[in-house]
């Protein structure tokens, strides 16, 4: 029997997009018409049905509203257009699942409540049939950062996936990921930046101000595979 996973890292994205300041992603919703095809010689006096249309439901996301978010404005955006898109949620990495669909936003809204944060809620509509992955990448083989007096912590291991690059006194770090045959994509604090190329140095990330943290965030995915995602908080201290 597997051992149960915490929901705590999993991520929906809109294209390469990530849905900020999230606390509930719920769906799918998978259900199926029936159609009745009783006849006066059913046995037994009971109904007989063969299955009719199946329907991936919606998924419907909550959290906190926050304007400045990419993904949030996104969605919004495509409530507006009505254009479909495809929509992931990925589980933590340790489970190697994902949902792949194509949808429309149906729903947005928000709430304020004295005492509570305003809150963000939104509807995603499935059209056709879903697609779960559930064979995951192999993951990176090596992940190191660049940066005056930074030291990246725990030691990388191939399964661990949250790390802390601290005690940075330079005024920008790199981060290189190898992963041979992955496609490897970088996100600052859940921005998408730029895709890397196993064994290269990304560009350089800004850490200008004493105090500064990025979380950095680099998700490997083998072709047909499901991703691995690992993070990275970096923190600058002088």
């Not at 898109?85 to 194509?102: C, E, K, L, Q, R």
């Amino acid at each position: 029997m597997g051992e149960a996973v915490r929901a705590l890292g999993t991520t929906l994205t809109k294209g390469v997009t990530v849905i900020g300041e999230l606390t509930e992603i719920n769906g799918l919703e998978l259900s199926a018409d029936t159609i009745d095809v009783t006849t006066l010689n059913s046995s037994g006096g009971y109904r007989d049905f063969i299955a009719g249309f199946k329907d991936a439901g919606e998924i419907s996301i909550s959290g906190f509203f926050y304007p400045g978010d990419a993904g949030q404005s996104a969605l919004i955006t495509a409530f507006e257009s009505g254009a479909s898109d495809t929509y992931t949620i990925t589980f933590p990495s340790a489970m190697g699942a994902t949902w792949t669909v194509t949808a429309i936003v149906t729903g947005i809204s928000t709430s304020a409540t004295l005492e509570d944060p305003v809150t963000f809620e939104g509807t995603i509509k499935v059209i056709g049939a879903p697609s779960l992955g559930t064979t995951a990448s192999g993951g990176l083989t090596a992940l190191s950062l660049t940066g005056a007096g930074g030291s990246l912590t725990p030691t990388f291991a191939n399964d661990t996936y949250s790390y802390t690059f601290s005690g940075v006194t330079a005024t920008s770090v790199t981060v290189t990921a190898t992963a041979a045959s992955h496609t490897l994509k970088l996100y600052i604090d859940d921005v998408y930046v730029q895709d890397l190329t196993t064994a290269v140095a990304s560009s350089a990330i800004a850490l200008a101000a004493i105090g500064t943290s990025k979380r950095l965030t680099i998700v490997s995915k083998e072709s047909g595979k499901t991703p691995k995602t690992y993070y990275v908080t970096a923190v600058k201290v002088s």
